[in-house]
Nanobody, 127 residues
């Protein structure tokens, strides 16, 4: 069974940066497609970004494209979400997700695509 643990969340000022980590166990991440979702209070959980296997493509939601970068470091079996130029609207609980399947691009945004989920880490952007 795959387990995912997020870390790196916290309080940051608008315009600041933060890097979230997603440590995986039970399976090497090179065999997984990974993604990040976020959920703000009173809002539905929304897609942030996804990355396929080594050498694969990455995808980001329009709201974060150009500011957030998804990546992974196979040697540490960890995925990352680098967040730059943070805005108050980015405040949310951020979740790491993964699947052992090979989802097509059209369903990367769907929560149902991913069978493995982390517990979430809080990101608060405020002055």
């Amino acid at each position: 069974q795959v387990q995912l643990v997020e870390s790196g969340g916290g309080l940051v000022q608008p315009g600041g940066s933060l890097r979230l980590s997603c440590a995986a166990s039970g399976r090497t991440i090179s065999t997984l497609a990974m993604a990040w979702f976020r959920q703000a209070p009173g809002k539905e959980r929304e897609f942030v970004a996804a990355i396929k296997r080594v050498g694969g493509s990455s995808y980001a939601d329009a709201a974060t494209r150009g500011r957030f970068t998804i990546s992974r470091e196979n040697g540490k079996n960890t995925g990352y979400l680098q967040m730059n130029w943070l805005k108050p609207e980015d405040t949310a609980v951020y979740y790491c997700a993964a699947t052992s399947g090979s989802p097509i691009t059209g369903i990367l945004r769907l929560q149902s695509t991913y069978e493995f989920w982390g517990q979430g880490t809080q990101v608060t952007v405020s002055s």
